[in-house]
């Protein structure tokens, strides 16, 4: 049976980290509770935001198991899989849908740069056929600034071609507009995500599925309260508000400025930790933010 597939507003859960740098389970799976108590349609964890790539294959594997022992619903979870090399995206994708996870999340192999359309369509069929699962839903996840490898549109044909049934939507943080709404003109009924915020309203009215935002970690009902009314004549207010918020969050660097909101503002010291090579924001960096936050009247729930 076709599983249901994602929309609404999902949130590339952060990771925190004990002083050795090793995982905190525990308070991970209290933030991802905090999250769907704040109204977010799903979890899409391992990707950008939760320092996956700074963390092992087992690692992620133990946070979605302790995820899902602790209450978070496998359905509701996007968990991101794709890595630089087959045995270990096979590895966590055959681990994903194991544990009946709603759909995952694939990066293409990306430390070979320039590689062609067919690479990495070869790349992607050999863990699809190798799962050999017929209910598993893959989301591409499209990300160059990060990856310098881009899902192009002749990809995303290939693929959909071959797999129909298999790969259903793409999250694009490229952050560029035109991109998302050439996929969303090129292929109709295939799930769009941008990867911020900031495109919501505009993906919505062009056919979008919501979005996939590292903000969310921050501003979860706000986000989703666009997502909820954006057929109505508040539309354009909540999303000048959100894209504000954002704004403001992003001219930081995104991940220690949002592990520094949450340990600020939850009073929970030790959140602000990140896995090197990232660097926490220090002390001044982290009284400028609070101050430009209180300047747009902004504070976590």
């Known amino acids: 049976m076709e599983r249901k597939r994602f929309q609404g507003?999902?949130?590339?859960?952060?990771?925190?980290?004990?002083?050795?740098?090793?995982p905190d389970k525990e308070r991970f799976v209290k933030h991802c509770r905090w999250l769907f108590d704040q109204g977010v349609d799903g979890l899409a964890p391992f990707g950008t935001t939760s320092e996956a790539n700074s963390m092992s294959a087992e690692e992620r594997m133990e946070l979605l198991e302790a995820m899902i022992e602790g209450g978070v619903p496998a359905a509701k979870l996007m968990p991101g899989t794709g890595t630089c090399n087959i045995t270990e995206s096979l590895k966590l994708t055959k681990h994903a849908a194991s544990l009946k996870c709603g759909g995952v999340l694939m990066l293409p192999p990306f430390?070979?740069?320039g590689m062609s359309d067919q690479g990495?369509?070869?790349?992607?069929?050999?863990v699809f056929q190798r799962v050999g699962d017929s209910s598993l839903q893959v989301y591409l996840y499209h990300i160059p600034p990060q990856t310098?490898?881009?899902?192009?549109?002749?990809?995303?044909?290939?693929?959909?071609?071959?797999?129909p049934n298999t790969v259903v939507g793409l999250k694009d943080s490229g952050g560029d507009w035109n991109n998302t709404a050439a996929i969303l003109s090129n292929?109709?009924?295939?799930?769009?995500?941008?990867?911020?915020?900031?495109?919501?309203?505009?993906?919505?009215?062009?056919g979008g599925a919501g979005c996939i935002t590292a903000t969310g970690n921050a501003n979860p009902a706000g986000i989703r309260e666009v997502f909820a009314k954006w057929k109505t004549d508040q539309a354009d207010d909540l999303q000048n508000?959100?894209?504000?918020?954002?704004k403001t969050i992003q001219a930081y660097p995104m991940i220690p400025a949002l592990?520094?909101?949450?340990?600020?503002?939850?009073?929970?010291?030790?959140?602000?930790?990140?896995?090197p090579p990232m660097v926490?924001?220090?002390d001044a960096r982290t009284a400028s933010l609070l101050a430009d936050l209180k300047k747009v009247d902004f504070k976590m729930a």
């Open 187 to 206: 292929f109709p009924g295939f799930t769009v995500f941008p990867g911020s915020e900031v495109f919501l309203l505009q993906g919505m009215r062009a």
């Open 111 to 113: 430390y070979y740069k």
């Open 241 to 246: 508000r959100i894209t504000e918020v954002r």
């Open 9 to 22: 507003v999902l949130v590339p859960a952060l990771t925190p980290f004990k002083a050795d740098l090793s």
């Open 259 to 275: 592990k520094q909101m949450v340990a600020h503002f939850f009073k929970a010291p030790g959140w602000e930790q990140v896995r």
């Open 120 to 126: 990495l369509f070869n790349a992607f069929s050999e």
């Open 280 to 282: 926490k924001l220090d």
């Open 148 to 163: 310098g490898v881009p899902i192009s549109l002749k990809l995303i044909e290939m693929l959909v071609k071959a797999y």
